[in-house]
């Protein structure tokens, strides 16, 4: 069974910073394209970074561009992301998604909670 497991969000205020980590059973996730999304109060659910498997090719959202920095511990099967310079825009529920290969899947974490405020 495949499980993704969040932990690290909570209150920040701005400019500080937090380290959110995912850790990853049940499938090979060394192979696995690691995501990062996130959802705040009333709008859609957007990527904020992606880190490939093989290559550890990373990709983020030009708002979160040269503060936030995706990695990836495959000893570990676990994927963070370093969040730094926070603003109160990047209040969100924060949430891990998992592309599968060998057999493909799709999978989501519950997500965890990011409060920007001073």
């Known amino acids: 069974q495949v499980q993704l497991a969040e932990s690290g969000g909570g209150l920040v205020q701005p400019g500080g910073s937090l380290r959110l980590s995912c850790a990853a059973s049940?499938?090979?996730?060394?192979?696995?394209?690691m995501s990062w999304y996130r959802q705040a109060p009333g709008k859609e659910r957007e990527l904020v970074a992606r880190?490939?498997?093989?290559?550890?090719?990373?990709n983020y959202a030009d708002s979160v561009k040269g503060r936030f920095t995706i990695s990836r511990d495959n000893s570990k099967n676990t994927v963070y992301l370093q969040m730094n310079s926070l603003k109160p825009e990047d209040t969100a529920v924060y949430y891990c998604?998992?592309?599968?290969?060998?057999?493909?899947?799709?999978?989501w974490g519950q997500g965890t909670q990011v409060t920007v405020s001073s």
């Open positions: 049940g499938f090979t996730f060394s192979r696995a394209i």
């Open positions: 880190i490939i498997s093989i290559s550890g090719t990373t």
């Open positions: 998604h998992a592309v599968t290969a060998g057999i493909f899947g799709v999978y």
